[in-house]
């Protein structure tokens, strides 16, 4: 073979073996990566009805819109004949609605003072919501409301975030459940991203949670269970005024005070859903029983000592003891509610403040006397409802 054919077949053979197909990895390298699409939320709770901590819902009716930019309607004259459904689409859902909400959703285009396009979808959601309570510290929580607004899109298409142009708010006035929860006048958003996993192939959606804060009213707790378990309790001392010859009788009545404890541990269990871990509550009522199961255990102790001399002197130190550890275990349950309840108000004010200076800043002054107006329309009616004379 000659020089230059050997030459040819020698470049040919070469070029083959360059020549391979490229995985999907591959390809994507060559591919320009796509620019995330950003969906602008607000969400508007209009009523909230009510919050069950049992079944950890909340019924309420919310109003939800997103935008989001459509370069390609820039130009167009008549925008409300356009159709919406024909152009790109984020595909939002509410992750946390039950399937029996009803959801009426319509769709429009505007075009800023700059002529920029935008599609407008708006959604309006009567019904309940699922809402994972953090009961660590009933009944003198404080907790979040959310409604979840995701896309079944991926995490590298879109990106969902507050917006910015328009506030979302929470209607206080017409919040049902009042003598229970009071809410605060703020709404705050938290980004998320959701892992999904669907035949071995996992998937992440984006999402932003648009919370409300709703802080329990406590009195029915304190009045009706802590303040009369803190009572009875502290009837366990009394049982020190029997005579220590007749040691039966102060065990049966310890043994009543602690049966006593464990009604009051079962009312606060029917109030909870099935939580794997302690309230403030359960913390209360556990102590002043483990409290009662002391005095008792030391009445059955005094049955042993019967013989000695000093067995008064013993029994009158041993309540002067269990007096101060009762005292102490209040003393201390009270200081960690008590703080905690102040740090967690504490943020919630510092997350209220930037909240209106966000709507001052978008809405001026107009808001501001809008809000003390709704304060005072709420005060009027909080003292009509203690007067008993008006019925929400």
């Known amino acids: 073979m000659s020089g230059p054919r050997k030459n040819a077949f020698k470049a040919m053979d070469n070029l083959v073996r360059n020549i391979r197909v490229r995985s999907p990895t591959d390809m994507s390298l060559l591919e320009k990566p796509r620019r995330k699409r950003k969906v602008f939320v607000k969400v508007n709770f209009l009523k909230v009805t009510d919050i069950d901590t049992l079944k950890e819902v909340f019924h309420a009716d ?11 309607l820039d130009s167009a004259q008549e925008t409300k004949r356009i159709d919406t459904s024909k152009y790109w689409n984020p595909k939002i859902i509410i992750t946390n609605s039950a399937p029996s909400v ?62 910015e142009e328009e506030i979302s708010a929470v209607n206080v006035m017409c919040f049902v459940d009042e003598t229970e929860w009071h809410i605060r006048d703020l709404v705050y958003t938290e980004p998320r991203v959701f892992n999904k996993e669907i035949s071995d192939t996992q998937f992440k959606n984006p999402a932003l949670l648009v919370k409300c804060v709703a802080t329990r009213r406590a009195g029915f707790f304190l009045y009706n269970i802590i303040m009369i378990m803190t009572m009875i309790s502290s009837l366990s001392l009394t049982t020190f005024g ?44 556990i102590g002043n029983m483990s409290f009662n199961w002391l005095v008792c255990v030391w009445h059955g102790i005094l049955s042993q000592l019967q013989e000695r001399d000093n067995i008064a002197e013993i029994d009158s130190y041993a ?21 905690r309840r102040a740090k967690r108000l504490y943020a919630v004010d510092i997350i209220e403040k930037a909240y209106q200076e966000k709507a001052l800043s978008l809405m001026g002054s107009s808001w501001k006397n809008d809000r003390r107006a709704r304060k005072m329309r709420l005060n009027m009616r909080n003292k009509i409802d203690a007067a008993g004379t008006f019925a929400v």
């Open 62 to 72: 919310i109003f939800v819109q997103t935008r989001w930019r459509e370069p390609s």
């Open 102 to 163: 009803d959801c009426r959703v319509w769709a429009s285009v505007s075009q800023n003072t700059v002529g920029e396009a935008y599609i407008v979808e708006k959604r309006r959601l009567k019904g309940v919501f699922s809402e994972n309570l953090e009961l660590h510290e009933f009944p003198f929580d404080v907790q979040d409301l959310s409604v979840v607004v995701s896309s079944e899109h991926e995490d590298d298409l879109i990106e969902i975030v507050e917006d």
């Open 242 to 285: 029997v005579n220590t010859v007749k040691i039966e009788n102060r065990l049966q009545l310890g043994f009543i005070i602690t049966l006593t404890g464990v009604t009051f541990k079962m009312v606060s269990t029917s109030s909870l859903p099935k939580i794997p871990y302690l309230t403030h509550l359960d913390r209360f009522i």
């Open 319 to 339: 309540f002067y003891t269990l007096t101060a550890v009762f005292v102490l275990f209040q003393l201390i349950i009270w200081i960690i509610i008590i703080a």
